[in-house]
């Protein structure tokens, strides 16, 4: 299966264009940050948050992405400030990436508007020597290649304490990542420019349970539009329940639990729907989230509370 994996990742790398593939999160309703620089700062707390996501259990070289997201807002909450640093694995293949994020919100009597903008970079590495090549000479799969590359990213971000909407290009430069020319083959792998649209809203059901639903639809250059649709159950405030359909992916069954007043505690299955559902039991992905009010807090009734 290792070896099946590696040949997909190679025949999709020599081919003209290659859309280099961001991770997608299941739990994308609790982490806005890592699709929305606008995001930063909307809690009016200090909100640091821990993820880690292994996909396809049971395929060997399956990505593995690891992700620390940490905001605040500051200067009575006009002001966002963010930071996610992020690793991902996939076969030979590891990126590590580092972004600074900055929000500017504006207080309406609907809710708060803010616009963000963000900036960082990409450190991608490849190690060509843990293959069995069997052509020793071959140009495409030789050395262990690094690319660093500059990204930044903007968007807006609206919401109030029962509903939000996002629009973000987190992405905008189309970096070139690795190219080669070997016997009249081109390996010219590029980032593609990303798209995202979120939205949710907060019912009340009775005094103690809410409905939640919420959606995500992301568009990637050169490949076709995706979504995901979720519907969660919140019981008195502090029990999550939820299960969403991403488009010809997965079935995705999730929860969060709120410990306390600091300690929010995510997880989420998917089982996968398409071919590959043959060879891989699913996805894990658990997130933990630690929040804390600080020395300058002031309520705001504007503030989400439960995105």
């Known amino acids: 299966m290792k070896k099946s994996l590696v040949a997909i990742i190679l025949m999709i790398m020599v ?6 593939q961001r991770p997608v999160m299941s739990t994308y309703m609790f982490n806005g940050l890592s699709l929305n620089p606008a995001y930063a700062g909307s809690l009016n707390i200090l909100s640091a948050s821990f993820l880690h996501r292994k996909q396809w259990i049971n395929v060997d070289g399956a990505p593995v992405s690891n992700i620390v997201a940490v905001h605040s807002s500051f200067y009575g909450n006009q002001i966002g400030l963010g930071l996610q640093a992020s690793q991902d694995v996939i076969g030979v293949h590891k990126e590590s990436a580092v972004y600074l994020s900055g929000a500017y919100k504006i207080k309406t009597s609907a809710g708060i508007l803010a616009m963000g903008l963000s900036g960082g970079f990409d450190n991608r590495r490849s190690d060509f020597t843990q293959l069995n090549i069997l052509n020793q000479e071959d140009e495409l799969l030789t050395g262990t290649p690094t690319r660093f590359t500059p990204n930044f990213g903007t968007g807006i971000y609206f919401a109030n304490p029962k509903m939000y909407v996002g629009i973000s290009v987190p992405y905008i430069l189309e970096n070139s990542l690795y190219q080669v020319q070997a016997d009249g083959t081109t390996s010219d792998a590029k980032e593609s420019r990303y798209y995202y649209i979120t939205g949710g809203l907060v019912l009340d059901i009775n005094q103690s ?3 939640s639903p919420s959606a995500l639809i992301r568009y ?16 008195d405030g502090i029990a999550y329940a939820g ?20 300690f929010r505690l995510g997880y989420a299955y998917d ?5 590959l ?5 699913g996805t894990h992905e658990i997130m933990l989230n630690y929040r804390v009010k600080l020395r300058n807090y002031k ?5 989400p509370v439960y995105f």
């Open 15 to 20: 081919s003209c264009v290659f859309s280099q």
């Open 209 to 211: 349970v809410k409905f």
């Open 220 to 235: 990637q250059e050169q490949s076709r539009l995706g979504w995901d649709l979720n519907a969660t159950i919140i019981f």
């Open 243 to 262: 299960v969403s359909y991403r488009s010809g992916d997965a079935l995705v069954f999730l929860t969060q639990l709120i410990l306390n007043e600091n």
């Open 271 to 275: 089982a996968t729907v398409n071919a």
């Open 277 to 281: 559902n043959n060879h891989s039991r």
């Open 299 to 303: 309520k705001d009734p504007q503030c």
